[in-house]
């Protein structure tokens, strides 16, 4: 991977004087994380495409996505966006479209390469020429916009517009049309939402409710800027990652905006790689009914509770298996982390305490180090201010390794335990780790992922521009 | 520094098949920012010493510093603590000192190479005996404690006390005595305070009050696990960063904790190098009352709030000094940021803020990088929640360089200009540089100090027990 980028001009600088050279940890491949699944996996009713129109330099490089929902029953769509501050035009704008169509789009629309945020009026604009002519795509298109929009990359720049629209027109009938839904055309859509992901990420898996079987597919992006805390539409907004989840069962757009709002802080909520919240994370779900008649009902929480609830859980692990993509991805990452917080007072304690030591640049450090540095652990730990005072003699750390063997206690009741430091040694070098933490104030637990700090972090992200 | 420590032996293993060499940026020789002080700089009245007592290993490191105040006037002491739920044992036995003694204690004892945190009663045990070996050196000794202890480094392992007290008791007179008031006695403390630092951190100055002449000199220590948020010894606690800070000036004790509780918040609470908060951080300042006569009064905020102002605004500045040094030796940095957030509604936001983005991995990955990447300050600006909401049509953002050139506008009204890449790129390269915010929402304001995130931070912490 280094070869594939060459040494940044700025450290060549120095070399006249005063360079070292080190010897770097090699990243592990993530191919495996990518294999082919069978036509029949994928949702129905959805036809999707991914193509290079030119938003990034290198023509092999996908860099737009369009998804369009076929389904003739009507599709409901909700999505969680990011809370930041500085929302990017495509998340101002897709709100505003689930806003006045109550919950109901059928298209998707993505590029990759350039973020349309702190963009201005010119991104709004943008943004919304993206969504109407991808409306036009659609079958029967209605005169509210149906179109919701995600973009990914840099910052600070606007878009080549004329690019992504030619891109986008590309796919009307009478056109140079590749949308289609093989397993090809869904690995098309998933690798035009890459920036420095190194593989593509697309999952799907079927479900049962009532006896029926329903499918599940989804796509998501994101390798750095990634501590998402995102919230539904109508909160107060904050996250770039990027996903987007299909399914061709039915269900109320309320009832699948709850289910969301559940899954996603169980799932993109509690992941981290460098601790950096987006302008432009976005989660979106489409409904389209196809598995389903047109007489039945949507699945709602108030009319079929129990069909809710299998709905709920399902997408919630579906959802942390597509969260955990992006750590395996992590920029530069050597490792993948599970981070457990028992005992805590409340879900918030849990969740804070998992998050802190989940960004701790020295406990990512050592993990990359492989140095069983449990000590770090604790400081992260004890860091925050939680709902209840900490009580240093009840809390509890071990390592658990998940090759099956015996977990390793640390610290016992707030005493350090004589660790073998060999033992310890053994379970830090695997690629999987868990590390538990048990707060005995409490009842409510919580679960982070996250990876380590490498030397590959810091050169990816000194050098992203240039 | 790096052939000095050579390839961590973890890079080593994957030598054979998969190693790749980069180049490295060297980091800046900070050896220029010590230099000698003539004698008559110091605070009179004090004695101390830096001696090898066996913590570390090479026994050219310096790791036990004693400082004792032979003033016949009262010393006042005051002190901020870690806000971490796990305070070491130091920390716990130095409030208690403190606290018994109603703000006096004229000794201070300080080990570097072992943190003393996570040990359990041992821990207790060790520290207590630290301060009553260093009791008996004390002119006059009294009955109950009047030292103040200090231990920073590794977490989670007991102190080798044997050698310690050993230490500490070849301070007597009748021992091998080496207690002095030098520069080289101060200095030699100074290295005695020294972790991963790479030079040791001592300063002095002198200031007037209602016409007299007193004298401020201090030492600290901190290169990593630098975040501190620290209190009065009575607040809730939380901080590796230690300190010392010793006056000849004679002030009332609750008078020199409220002086330093408002200093700390500008200067060491106002630092970031990796974001992680120490179980150790502690700044304690002893004023000696040394400079003045038997029956003059000490300096009271009620009795004479003049000279109280005066005090306060010498002592923050000066902290701000010895805070900013330990951002300068920042463990691999190559870079000093000061990051100034003007227009809050309130200090807390802007001190936030400013926080937030001193330490996202992604700002700091960019400044190493000398990469102008604006778009994630702003990120990182909007990504935590104010008193009031931010309104991005608002926001500021420039560069200020440090040689007096003009500064660069990268953001007006949430709009961004049209940035000149040459010159962003001609600011950043610059060892210091300033990034301004100005949320444009009141009139708090608060400055921050951070430095970037290099490989060599990477190195140093994956390999630091070893």
Known sequence: MFSAR????????????????????????????????????????????????????????????????????????AACFTRNAFKAAPVVVSQEVLQRNGGRARAVVVNSGCANAVTGKQGMEDAWAMVRATDTLLPDPQSASETLVMSTGVIGQTLPIAKILEGIRAQVPSGARTLGSTFQAWERAARAFMTTDTFPKLRARTFEING????????????????????????????????????????????????????????????SVDGDMSTNDTIIVLANGAATTAGEPEIDEERDPQAYETFKQELTSFAADLAQLVVRDGEGATKFVTVTVDGAPTYKDAHAVASRISTSALVKTA?????????????????????????????????????????????????????????????ITQEDLEIKVELGLGSESAKYWTCDFSYEYVRINGDYRT
């Open 6 to 77: 060459g040494v940044p001009a700025v450290w060549k600088r120095f070399s006249s004087s005063s360079t070292t050279t080190i010897v770097t940890k090699a990243i592990p491949s993530k191919t495996h994380l990518h294999a082919p699944l069978p036509d029949s996996a994928f949702p129905k009713g959805y036809v999707l495409t991914g193509l290079h129109c030119g938003v990034k330099k290198k023509p092999e490089l996908l860099d737009l996505a369009v998804i369009l929902s076929t389904s003739s029953r009507p599709t409901s769509a």
């Open 212 to 271: 029926k079987t329903y499918r599940l597919a989804g796509m998501d992006k994101g390798a750095g800027m990634i501590h998402p805390d995102m919230g539904p539409p109508s909160g107060q907004l904050h996250a770039t990652l990027l996903g987007c989840i299909l399914t061709d069962a039915a269900i109320s757009p309320r009832s699948l905006q709850s289910a969301l709002t559940y899954a996603v802080d169980r799932s993109f909520n509690s992941i």
């Open 367 to 427: 993990l990359f180090g492989e140095d069983a540095n449990w000590g770090r652990i604790l400081a992260a730990t004890g860091s925050i201010p939680l709902s209840q005072p900490l009580e240093p003699s009840r809390v509890n750390v071990s390592f658990i390794p998940t090759d099956g063997t015996a977990p390793l206690p640390l610290l016992v009741n707030g005493e350090p335990e004589k660790v073998d430091e060999a033992r310890a040694k053994e379970i």
